[in-house]
């Protein structure tokens, strides 16, 4: 089931809204929200990064040793 949101957006980006939506021949909330999901996913995928980064028990692979385990 879907939730009706409301957002206020500046004009130039409703215009870059609206052109795509128009260019596409999709409504304006099917490009918003596959513009959220994406970012979503985008930003789990950052954090993911971001813990193992700091993850000191996580081992640091050289460029060497991954061209050598893909057998490069």
């Given at each position: 089931m879907?939730?009706?949101l409301s957002i206020r957006l500046p004009e130039e980006l409703l215009k870059q809204l609206d052109a795509v939506a128009t260019e596409t021949?999709?409504?304006?909330?099917f490009i918003v929200q596959k513009a959220l999901e994406a970012y979503l996913h985008d930003f789990a995928d950052l954090q993911i990064a971001l813990d193992r980064l700091h993850d000191k028990a996580?081992?640091?692979?050289?460029?060497?040793?991954l061209r050598k385990s893909l057998g490069l």
């Open positions: 879907a939730t009706p021949e999709r409504p304006r909330s996580d081992p640091v692979v050289s460029g060497k040793d």
